[in-house]
């Protein structure tokens, strides 16, 4: 099954939106009650779905970083994240493709985007339905808390945290470290062989 990750588009916006209330309501049901599903995800009308897909793909063209998962021309899961405040907002999967490797590939493409923009770290407030997740792909639990929804109503979830420090998920789940280039080895051999330079010279006369 071929997973490809793109950024959204416009014109993503419905499917996106769908996908996140089934999730919630398909998946999150285990960890929480209905009133904060139902305020996490709140039902869109038929009628009223093409115009809230329209205002999602106002965030796609105001240039935030919203990736869309496909399998098959369709859209299967999404993510999002804020470079200039180091957060992750969210990863989402549709129920029709949990534990296909999904949402890892996700992440892993969220997390490049952030380290080409110098993003030091990504924080987040994940569900009790995530946080398993979060922590099999190196983010940290820093603390426990509560979410404030849309409607003012809060949700418990899990403070976490992933410093993006030279290492990240690949799309195979395994730590990848960057690679250094030719430019940074050439400093690294310059400056060692300064430091045996210098240690030499104090040797000779005779500083230790």
Same mark, same amino acid.
């Given at each position: 099954m071929e997973i490809v990750v793109r950024p959204a588009k416009k014109g993503d916006g419905a499917a996106i939106l769908a996908i996140h209330r089934r999730a919630i309501h398909e998946i999150a049901c285990? /960890?929480?009650p209905q009133d904060i599903l139902d305020a996490? #995800? !709140? !039902?869109?009308?038929?009628? /009223?779905?093409?115009?809230? #897909?329209?205002d999602f793909d106002k965030k796609v063209e105001r240039g935030e970083i919203v990736l869309v998962a496909e399998i098959n021309a369709s859209i299967a899961g999404f993510g999002e994240i804020i470079p200039a405040k180091c957060v992750l907002l969210a990863v989402y999967v549709s129920p029709d493709f949990k534990r296909h490797g999904v949402g890892r590939q996700i992440l892993c493409e969220l997390e490049r985007v952030a380290r080409d923009k110098a993003v030091p770290f990504l924080q987040m407030d994940a569900s009790l339905t995530a946080e398993s997740f979060y922590l099999a792909h190196g983010y940290k639990t820093i603390g426990r808390g509560f979410h404030t929804l849309g409607n003012g109503a809060s949700m418990a979830c899990a403070k976490m945290r992933k410093d993006l420090g030279g290492v990240g998920v690949t799309s195979r789940g395994r730590v990848a470290k960057f690679r250094f280039g030719w430019t940074d080895k050439m400093v690294v051999i310059v400056l060692l062989v300064a430091l045996a330079l210098l240690s030499g010279l104090m040797r000779y006369v005779g500083l230790f």
């Open positions: 285990a /960890d929480y996490w #995800g !709140p !039902p869109i009308p038929e009628t /009223d779905l093409a115009q809230k #897909g329209s």
